[in-house]
């Protein structure tokens, strides 16, 4: 699996934006989103099953993120609004194969492949 993360940029906070994972290769893998900030450890952000049954979240992004994802275009999406100048950070969308009890890895260490991250940065 080859992913490809975009739509990263600068944006006032308040603001929105949409990622975009572009998924090569196999299909059947649950996805997920990760960030991470300068000194800080990547953390999760949200993630979604194979068939878009089941999605996750992290508390701080229940409220403002919502990922999805399009089967036909093997595209995984995370749009964000009312960003925060604490939402700045560098994104990463990652995946591994499908799991069979339904349960979306909120780990990195549940990801087996990583796309190269996409920068977010948000104005005060």
């Known amino acids: 699996v080859q992913l490809q993360a975009s739509g990263g940029g600068l944006v006032q906070a308040g603001g929105s934006l949409r990622l975009s994972c572009a998924a090569s290769g196999r299909r059947s893998y649950d996805m997920g989103w990760f960030r991470q900030a300068p000194e800080k450890e990547r953390e999760f952000v949200a993630g979604?099953?194979?068939?878009?049954?089941?999605?996750v979240y992290a508390d701080y992004a229940k409220d403002r993120f919502t990922i999805s994802r399009d089967g036909a275009k093997n595209t995984v999406y995370l749009q964000m609004n009312s960003l925060k100048p604490e939402d700045t950070a560098i994104y990463y969308c990652a995946a591994v194969d499908r799991s069979l009890t339904g349960r979306i890895a909120t780990d990195e260490y549940g990801y087996d492949y990583w796309g190269q991250g996409t920068q977010v940065t948000v104005s005060s």
């Open positions: 979604i099953s194979w068939g878009s049954i089941t999605t």
